[in-house]
C-alpha cells in the first residue's frame, strides 16, 4: 500500500471523495417538473447515507419525500479505524461523515415502509465479516457502500464477494482512480469469478468510463461527446450479473455531457441501470439536490416509458427481491 501525505490527500481529493463538482448545472426544464408527478409513481433510491455531511435524520426523512422516493437503502459506513484503507482516518465515514451498520439499522427500523438498510465495515478489518454478517442475519438486504484504499480483487474483498454469494445480496462499489476500489482495468475478473454475485458500480472512475474516448483515468468528470464502446459499455454488455447505479454528480455528469448517447446506453442496459442519489442535500429540490436533478434527468432522457420505470423502480425491486 502506497504512503499518502494526509495534508495533501485532503487538499487533492476531499471534494472529489464527495462527489462534489462543478459546473453541473441543470437545463431549467428539468427543474420545472412538479413534485406532484413524481409521486404518482413508485421511486427507489438505492443508494442514501445516514449523517451525510452532518444533515440530520429528520432532514433526511424530509429530503427523500420531498424528491418523490417511496423505499430507500440507506448505504452504511464501515468503523473509523486509523488504517491505511482508511488513508489513517481520512476515509471514515465514507469520506463524507455518513454512519453505521447501527445507525442505519436503527433508522430504517424506525420508518420500516420508506427505507430499508445495508451491512458494511472496513474489508481489513480482523472483525469485518463477522460484522457484516451480522447486520445480515438482522435482515441488510445490501453490503456496501464499498468505499476503501484497497485492490478489488484483494483477497479481503474477495471474502466479502463470497459473503455476498451465501447470503445472495448485492454489494456497492465506489470506483475512484488511486483512491478507492483500486483496479477497475481488472474488475472483469471478478464478475468471472464470481458469477452470482450481484455488483453495483458507481462513482466518478466508474462513469467517466463510458466511452472509448476516456484514456486519461484523473480525468474523473469528463465533458463533451462520448464515444459508445467504452469499457464500462463493454463490462456490462457481457456480464449480466453487474448494474450501474447513476447516482452523485457523477451519475447527472454521465446523463447531461451527451444526452443522445445516454439515451442509446439506457437502451443497450435498461435491465442493469438503478437510480441512486448519493445526495447530501436537506431539501430533495433545487438546483443543489442532486437527487433531484437525476430523476429528472432520468425522466427527460430515458428513450421510453418502459426504460423510465425500469431504472427509478423495476430494476431494484429485482435486485433487492422485493
Same mark, same amino acid.
Given at each position: 500500500m502506497r504512503n499518502y501525505s494526509r495534508r495533501n490527500f485532503i487538499k487533492q481529493n476531499s471534494l472529489a471523495g464527495l462527489g462534489v463538482v462543478a459546473g453541473l448545472t441543470m437545463p431549467s426544464i428539468?427543474?420545472?417538473?412538479?413534485?406532484?408527478?413524481?409521486?404518482?409513481?413508485?421511486?427507489?433510491?438505492?443508494?442514501?447515507h445516514t449523517n451525510y455531511v452532518n444533515r440530520t435524520d429528520e432532514q433526511l426523512l424530509a429530503h427523500q419525500r420531498a424528491m418523490g422516493v417511496t423505499l430507500t437503502v440507506l448505504q452504511p459506513a464501515g468503523r473509523p479505524l486509523d488504517y491505511g484503507s482508511t488513508y489513517y482516518g481520512v476515509g471514515n465515514g465514507l469520506q463524507a461523515e455518513a454512519t453505521g451498520n447501527e445507525a442505519c439499522y436503527n433508522f430504517s427500523?424506525?420508518?420500516?415502509?420508506?427505507?430499508?438498510?445495508?451491512?458494511?465495515?472496513?474489508?481489513?478489518?480482523?472483525?469485518?465479516?463477522?460484522?457484516?454478517?451480522?447486520?445480515?442475519k438482522l435482515g441488510a438486504l445490501f453490503i456496501g457502500e464499498s468505499k476503501f484504499n484497497v485492490e478489488c480483487d484483494s483477497p479481503e474483498?474477495?471474502?466479502?464477494?463470497?459473503?455476498?454469494?451465501?447470503y445472495d445480496v448485492p454489494i456497492l462499489?465506489?470506483?475512484?482512480?488511486?483512491?478507492?476500489?483500486?483496479?477497475?482495468?481488472?474488475?472483469?475478473?471478478?464478475?468471472?469469478?464470481?458469477?452470482?454475485? !450481484?455488483?453495483? @458500480?458507481? &462513482?466518478?472512475?466508474?462513469w467517466a468510463n463510458m466511452g472509448k474516448e476516456q484514456l486519461d483515468q484523473n480525468n474523473i468528470y469528463p465533458k463533451g461527446k462520448v464515444t459508445p464502446g467504452g469499457l464500462i459499455d463493454i463490462l456490462l454488455t457481457k456480464y449480466k450479473n453487474l448494474y450501474?447505479?447513476?447516482?452523485?454528480?457523477?451519475?447527472?455528469?454521465?446523463?447531461?455531457?451527451?444526452?443522445e448517447h445516454m439515451k442509446a446506453f439506457m437502451q443497450r442496459h435498461q435491465d442493469q441501470i438503478v437510480f441512486g442519489?448519493?445526495?447530501?442535500?436537506?431539501f430533495g429540490h433545487g438546483d443543489k439536490c442532486t437527487g433531484a436533478?437525476?430523476?429528472?434527468?432520468? !425522466?427527460?432522457? @430515458?428513450? &421510453?416509458?418502459?426504460?423510465?420505470?425500469?431504472?427509478l423502480y423495476e430494476n431494484s425491486k429485482r435486485l433487492l427481491k422485493l
Open positions: 428539468f427543474l420545472s417538473e412538479s413534485l406532484s408527478a413524481q409521486e404518482k409513481e413508485p421511486i427507489i433510491d438505492i443508494h442514501q427500523k424506525k420508518y420500516p415502509k420508506e427505507f430499508l438498510f445495508g451491512a458494511n465495515e472496513v474489508p481489513d478489518f480482523p472483525g469485518a465479516i463477522e460484522e457484516i454478517e451480522k447486520y445480515l474483498m474477495q471474502k466479502i464477494y463470497m459473503l455476498a454469494d451465501k462499489m465506489h470506483w475512484q482512480h488511486k483512491m478507492y476500489n483500486r483496479g477497475l482495468e481488472r474488475f472483469h475478473t471478478m464478475l468471472e469469478k464470481y458469477p452470482n454475485v !450481484k455488483f453495483l @458500480a458507481h &462513482s466518478q472512475s466508474w450501474a447505479d447513476l447516482s452523485a454528480p457523477s451519475g447527472l455528469n454521465a446523463i447531461l455531457r451527451d444526452e442519489s448519493d445526495c447530501p442535500d436537506a436533478k437525476i430523476i429528472a434527468g432520468i !425522466k427527460r432522457v @430515458a428513450p &421510453s416509458k418502459q426504460v423510465e420505470r425500469k431504472i
